[in-house]
Nanobody
Framework: QVQLVESGGGLVQAGGSLRLSCAAS????????LGWYRQTPGNLRELLAD???????RYADSVKGRFTISGDVARNIVYLQMDDLKPEDTAVYYC??????????????WGQGTQVTVSS
């Protein structure tokens, strides 16, 4: 099991910035990827960005140029710097850890989520 603790959400005005943090603990020996997702009511959880051992990063087109993922999978920590926030960024933001198993399958673990609200 992997436990994830997120922090850094809150209320911000449009154009402002927030930085989310996520720390993983527990059975992190085979931790492969840490990522950020968000979800709004009635919608599926969407990938925003993730970082894998290497390190390699990837971003959703919707946040490229505004959000920056950083951190170190080997140190079990990931951040999401969010700049130029828009009201449509309002959502619950989740951290996800992907652990690779001995069968080369991925197991996903999720944090509890942190609310980000952007006012216009």
């Amino acid at each position: 099991q992997v436990q994830l603790v997120e922090s850094g959400g809150g209320l911000v005005q449009a154009g402002g910035s927030l930085r989310l943090s996520c720390a993983a603990s527990g059975n992190t020996l085979n931790l492969h990827t840490l990522g950020w997702y968000r979800q709004t009511p009635g919608n599926l959880r969407e990938l925003l960005a993730d970082i894998s051992k290497g390190p390699t990063t990837r971003y959703a087109d919707s946040v490229k140029g505004r959000f920056t993922i950083s951190g170190d999978v080997a140190r079990n920590i990931v951040y999401l710097q969010m700049d130029d926030l828009k009201p449509e960024d309002t959502a619950v933001y989740y951290c996800k850890a992907a652990v690779i198993t001995s069968s080369l399958l991925f197991l996903d673990f999720w944090g509890q989520g942190t609310q980000v609200t952007v006012s216009s």
